[in-house]
């Protein structure tokens, strides 16, 4: 059985995901072709080195991340850090022949993310980016209705993901909201998810207008070690969000289909709001992340009556009979972080290529990309392939 030496650089609120996974992958999927094992985990902040060693497992921790990414004893590297980070580190691991897995986005600006596709593929390593709600067990399920022909030519899709993380005016001004240490806002956090889940349910966009807002244009000054979603006063210095709060987008697909987007992290009501709708001529679904276990089907059949039908989770769809047997015995998020890091690790040591990959990344920000250019020009724009000449 193959071993898979990991380092994780960042042991915030995903790399612990990512290393609990680990953890739980053997008594998950005793199929698996592979054994994991936490070796270094790098962290700036001495409480999460302490923790990696302790509580998670890793043979060592370290302050230093590129000695983490390029260690010897080191075959997989999963990049979890803030995301202006995410570049150089690639860079540092696929130089040294790493697997790279990184969250989303890979960069905080599309070109980021072409230039980690790059270092990839210059040195041949295999890849993998968290786009971790495509692996929801009826997700995949949504899929193989729409590629199965069930709701027959598809005609609309409506993506969304509204969240409340950013909408305390009083949340503190900290990486996430600026334009350096983060780069764009929500077209890069969460519609990154939305754009993956349409290409990956219905196909490529080729053609894209939106628009942009920043709802809450200051936001108070950290101080010390202020926790990344800590509150300030009204009385506090504020500074300027240097990012997009809110993004909406109308697209054409490649098949004809039209398409609807928005997203927001100041939102009031929608707490996680991840959803999609998918129209065809013969059916319709819809799924949100709030409702995980739960796929909703209308089927335009004679003699059916109106209305959509709930499918619920369980066992005889993908995965999900790793986690709990039966039917409507629902899973969690973290458990989709396990099936994706199960299936990374399993193509490492089965030799084939990995979906969703720094590809797949490039053709998000490629939409992204035309996005950002429609906001200058107001106007349509084409989505360009930016893995051309790469």
């Known amino acids: 059985m193959k071993k898979i030496r990991i380092a994780v650089?960042?042991?915030?609120?995903?790399?612990?995901?990512?290393?609990?996974?680990?953890?739980?992958?053997?008594?998950?999927?005793?199929?698996?072709?592979?054994?994991?094992?936490?070796?270094?985990?790098?962290?700036?902040?001495?409480?999460?080195?302490?923790?990696?060693?302790?509580?998670?497992?890793?043979?060592?921790?370290?302050?230093?991340?590129?000695?983490?990414?390029?260690a010897d004893d080191v075959d997989a590297v999963w990049v979890t850090a803030p995301n202006m980070m995410h570049l150089p580190m690639i860079e540092a691991a696929t130089a040294a022949g790493k697997a790279v897995f990184s969250e989303k986005p890979i960069g905080g600006k599309p070109e980021q993310t072409v230039q980690a596709f790059a270092y990839a593929k210059a040195t041949g390593v295999a890849t993998g980016v968290g786009y971790n709600y495509l692996w929801s067990p009826l997700v995949i399920h949504a899929r193989d209705l729409i590629s199965g022909g069930a709701l027959g030519q598809i005609t609309h899709y409506r993506g969304r993901f509204l969240s409340m993380y950013g909408s305390d005016e009083l949340g503190l001004l900290t990486w996430r909201f600026k334009l350096d240490e983060a780069g764009y806002g929500v077209s890069s956090d969460i519609l990154s998810h939305s754009v993956s889940m349409a290409q990956y349910l219905v196909g490529d966009i080729s053609e894209v207008v939106g628009m942009r807002n920043t709802t809450i244009a200051r936001r108070p000054l950290p101080t010390g070690a202020a926790s990344h979603y800590g509150q300030g006063e009204p009385s506090d210095p504020t500074g300027e969000v240097e990012n997009e709060d809110f993004a909406s987008m109308l697209c054409r697909f490649a098949n004809g289909a039209t398409g609807t987007f928005e997203v927001s992290r100041t939102v009031v009501g929608p707490e996680s709001q991840n959803a999609f709708e998918v129209y065809g001529t013969k059916g319709a679904l819809s799924w949100s992340l709030e409702q995980l276990n739960e796929l909703m089907y209308y089927r335009k059949d004679v003699g059916v009556n109106s209305g959509y039908t709930t499918i619920f989770g369980g066992d005889r769809f993908p995965y999900q009979g790793a986690f709990a047997p039966g039917q409507a015995n629902s899973i969690g998020f973290e458990d989709l972080i396990a099936i994706e890091d199960y299936a990374f690790m399993q193509s490492m040591a089965t030799g084939e290529t990995f979906h969703p990959g720094f590809a797949e990344a490039v053709d998000v920000v490629s939409v992204q990309q035309a996005l950002i250019d429609s906001w200058e020009s107001r106007t349509w724009e084409t989505v360009r392939d930016l893995k051309a000449g790469y």
Do not use: K, Y
Not at 44 to 50: H, L, P, V
């Open 9 to 70: 650089l960042g042991l915030g609120w995903m790399g612990q995901a990512h290393s609990r996974s680990a953890l739980r992958i053997p008594s998950l999927f005793p199929e698996r072709e592979f054994n994991p094992e936490l070796v270094v985990c790098a962290d700036t902040d001495a409480s999460r080195r302490e923790r990696a060693v302790a509580d998670f497992g890793f043979r060592r921790a370290t302050d230093d991340w590129r000695a983490a990414a390029t």
